[in-house]
């Protein structure tokens, strides 16, 4: 039978996608600095405004998009972002100057900013709930690979090309992701057209701003600078925070934070992306630097870790699917602190093939945590918070990538003052420093889960009054596999049904067709028709009376729907609540054990069902 046109598969690809372009273009220009520096004849703290600038604009931007995902269409919204992208990338591949260079990656910033956050939205939109781990396994798979990968990848254009390339190979994967979303999007997120409070967007702005920039440049410039800088930051989010508590219609709802699982599930994410971030820059420049390993080599180093890191990542978010966070959390933060440490006690060896062999399970232990926390805590949020929980998430995904770029460069160039060794190590101390404490908070919800897991039992093992038989209607209306589409729309007139399931010979279900097929055929649409686009029909009553005759020459299972959604007698309440919602489907066959249709379940029947338990509802 018909389910939505939205494809959940098909819109997991462009959102992942999507997701690693963002993460991705974070630090890949990064790899392109020495030559830009030749190239403007610029020093390395102007030409570190280009990540900078990239940092603070995508920052900025993160916050604005819960508001634009609620009061834009999303087709239109994740177009816009990927065509600020490809915008970007051409201004930027093209610029004369330096400053025309900048303006080029700020435009690139807008658009990272707002696909993060409305890629993660609409695989919340999307998920089945059972596969919920699977599909943000996927999502937190692109956010290790793309920063992980871009290193990589830059190595080997810069061997070959100039840094222009860079921009070009951006550019051109930024337009086969528009191209993918233009075919395969569709406008999925409910609109509400929130107001938006500007004096709170420039607080958030403000305080974003002035964190982000006075961590970056505290190992790099001026710190009485930067401690100004991030003060004056963390003055404009205590009054960001206080207005949205007063204000009818706040930018962030700070609800989420409110509830511990998915506060603590916020830090867990971002411990584990600072260690990412951290070890994906500290790792290649201490290669190259004390090890004297050509650049592409250093950067290939990191690639098995990163290959298996996808695969980890998918075999994550199944687990969880199936027995929770519980022991995903713990493991990954205990791969990372051993063999973090482990690295840090290397640097005597120099063995090369020993540190690719110790990183890989560090990144495969973030790929242990980043998607099940991710899953978790937004689970902890109902569907209206969910939006402004992913906005919490992404921003701390952008403060994450702040500090673990940042901060552990700053380690390593102070420790690197004595030797390079040294300052790997500090680095890579912190790093296992940081998994410890992410071991602890993984802990408690490990132990949340448990007892989420044990009040679902008692709940479970609850049988209500109403079985499956008893829902549902006994008198199939149906129409065999031989007949006519008329013969079909007879059957549902006669009957006031919406939609019939088509009978085998032997009393199987061969297909099923619904008033949407009929009305999609009538009115000569593809997509999903309104109900308005049969008014012509209505007006003219010959026409009615040739398409209506026209349907008696067209065999049923033309327009019927052959792979049929159905249920089995013996199913639990549970699973059909499940398999209507997760199919997005109206009406279901229902089958006993030899495949005979015996029945047909529909939405209102479950719901009647359902209300009837009440006691204020049940006839006296």
Same mark, same amino acid.
């Given at each position: ?8 598969? $098909? ?93 080029? $990656? ?136 206080? $207005?949205?508590? $007063?204000?009818?219609?706040p930018l962030i709802d700070l609800r989420p934070l409110s509830i511990r699982p998915f506060a603590v599930g916020v830090i867990i994410n971002m411990l584990s992306l600072i260690v990412i971030f951290a070890m994906n820059i500290v790792m290649p420049i201490y290669l190259q630097s004390a090890l004297g390993v050509p650049a592409i080599f250093a950067s290939l180093t990191l690639f098995p870790a990163i290959l298996l890191s996808c695969i980890i990542s998918v075999v994550a978010g199944r687990v969880y699917d199936k027995h929770g966070p519980g022991v995903l959390l713990p493991l990954g933060f205990a791969c990372i602190a051993v063999f973090t440490a482990a ?212 065999p049923i299972m033309q327009l019927a729907t052959e792979k049929v959604v159905s249920v089995k007698l013996t199913a639990g309440v549970a699973e059909v609540f499940t398999l209507l919602s997760d199919k997005r489907i109206k009406k279901v066959p229902v089958e006993d054990d030899t495949g005979k249709v015996v029945g047909v379940l529909s939405r209102s ?16």
């Amino acid at each position: 039978m018909r389910t939505s046109s939205i494809n959940p598969k $098909r819109v997991l690809f462009v959102a992942a996608f999507a997701a690693f372009l963002a993460t991705f273009n974070e630090t890949y220009l990064n790899v392109g600095f020495a030559p830009i520096m030749e190239y403007f004849s610029v020093d390395v703290g102007t030409v570190q405004w280009l990540a900078t600038a990239y940092m603070l604009g995508a920052a900025v931007m993160v916050p604005v998009s819960a508001f634009l995902y609620k009061s834009i269409k999303t087709r239109t919204l994740f177009l816009t972002s990927v065509g600020l992208l490809i915008a970007g990338s051409i201004v930027a591949a093209a610029a004369p100057s330096f400053p025309v260079l900048l303006a080029g $990656r700020i435009l690139q910033s807008l658009g990272t900013g707002m696909l993060i956050p409305v890629g993660m939205n609409i695989t919340l939109e999307v998920a089945p709930r059972k596969k919920l781990g699977t599909y943000m396994g996927i999502m937190g798979a692109m956010t290790t690979i793309g920063p992980a990968s871009s290193v990589i990848l830059a190595g080997v254009i810069l061997s070959f090309f100039d840094w222009r390339m860079l921009l070009i190979v951006f550019a051109v994967l930024a337009i086969i992701c528009f191209l993918a979303a233009a075919f395969i999007l569709g406008d999925i997120a409910k609109l509400t057209h929130p107001k938006l409070d500007v004096l709170s967007t420039i607080l958030i702005g403000l305080a974003l701003i002035g964190i982000l920039y006075g961590i970056s440049t505290a190992f790099t410039g001026n710190v009485v600078i930067s401690a100004i800088t991030a003060v004056l930051g963390i003055l404009c989010l205590i009054l960001f925070l206080r $207005r949205q508590n $007063r204000i009818e219609h706040p930018l962030i709802d700070l609800r989420p934070l409110s509830i511990r699982p998915f506060a603590v599930g916020v830090i867990i994410n971002m411990l584990s992306l600072i260690v990412i971030f951290a070890m994906n820059i500290v790792m290649p420049i201490y290669l190259q630097s004390a090890l004297g390993v050509p650049a592409i080599f250093a950067s290939l180093t990191l690639f098995p870790a990163i290959l298996l890191s996808c695969i980890i990542s998918v075999v994550a978010g199944r687990v969880y699917d199936k027995h929770g966070p519980g022991v995903l959390l713990p493991l990954g933060f205990a791969c990372i602190a051993v063999f973090t440490a482990a690295l840090a006690g290397l640097i005597s060896t120099g063995s090369l093939l020993l540190f690719a062999v110790l990183y890989i399970p560090v990144i495969c232990g973030s790929a242990l945590i980043i998607g099940p926390v991710q899953s978790f805590a937004l689970s902890r949020l109902s569907y209206e918070m969910n939006p402004h929980g992913v906005i919490v998430m992404s921003t701390g995904f952008q403060i994450a990538g702040c500090i673990g770029s940042s901060l552990f460069a700053g380690v390593y160039t102070i420790g690197a003052v004595s030797a390079a060794e040294t300052g790997f190590s500090a680095a890579a101390l912190l790093a296992a420093l940081l998994a410890v404490v992410g071991f602890c908070c993984a802990l408690y919800i490990r132990r949340v889960s448990r007892q989420a897991q044990q009040e679902e039992k008692p709940a479970a093992e609850v049988v209500m009054e109403n079985t499956l038989a008893s829902m549902m209607k006994k008198d199939v209306y149906s129409v065999s596999a031989s007949a006519s589409v008329l013969d079909a729309v007879r059957c549902m007139v006669e009957h006031k049904s919406s939609g019939i399931p088509v009978l085998s010979a032997d009393g199987r279900a061969a297909g099923f067709i619904s008033d949407g097929d009929v009305i999609r055929y009538m009115a000569d649409v593809n997509a999903d028709a309104p109900v308005a686009s049969m008014y012509p029909l209505w007006k003219n009553k010959e026409l009615l009376d040739a398409k209506l005759a026209g349907l008696s020459q067209i065999p049923i299972m033309q327009l019927a729907t052959e792979k049929v959604v159905s249920v089995k007698l013996t199913a639990g309440v549970a699973e059909v609540f499940t398999l209507l919602s997760d199919k997005r489907i109206k009406k279901v066959p229902v089958e006993d054990d030899t495949g005979k249709v015996v029945g047909v379940l529909s939405r209102s029947d479950v719901l009647r069902a359902l209300l009837m338990q009440s006691p204020l509802l049940k006839k006296e």
